[in-house]
């Protein structure tokens, strides 16, 4: 057998376990996939902001990790801010990339998921 058969039958075993597991049919649990970010994630949010609150959901169940700048509590997260071009919030900065506001569809792309 090839390599190249040999890795796509692997491939192919793989994806019938996630079907399976989605099914209820797995004998084991998925483990949880740890997203590996290589910037620095920064997260300017506030804490009355519902978008900000969806936006941390989304990082904290795809175990992403950041900072989060409020701006409501310290005239330097506004300057940073501010700095980072920061047009609304939640203003999540993942090294050169920057977006405003939450759209999980965004999100998932910038974070490769």
């Known amino acids: 057998m090839t390599q190249y058969v040999l890795n796509r039958l692997i ?3 793989a994806m019938m376990s996630v079907l399976f597991s989605v099914h209820g049919m797995a004998q ?10 290589e910037s620095e994630v920064i997260l ?4 009355w902001c519902g978008y900000c609150k969806k936006a941390k959901q989304f990082l ?5 990790k950041f900072t989060e700048l409020d701006l409501d509590k310290s005239d330097d997260n506004i300057d940073r801010f501010e700095a980072a071009g920061g047009e ?8 050169e990339q920057k ?13 490769r998921l």
Do not use: C, W
């Open 60 to 64: 904290n169940e795809n175990d992403i």
């Open 11 to 13: 491939k192919v075993v």
């Open 99 to 111: 977006l405003a506001g939450f759209d999980k569809k965004d999100y998932v792309k910038v974070f």
């Open 88 to 95: 609304g919030i939640p203003y999540l900065v993942v090294g």
């Open 44 to 47: 300017f949010s506030a804490e």
């Open 28 to 37: 084991e649990p998925l483990q949880a996939k740890t997203v590996q970010v």
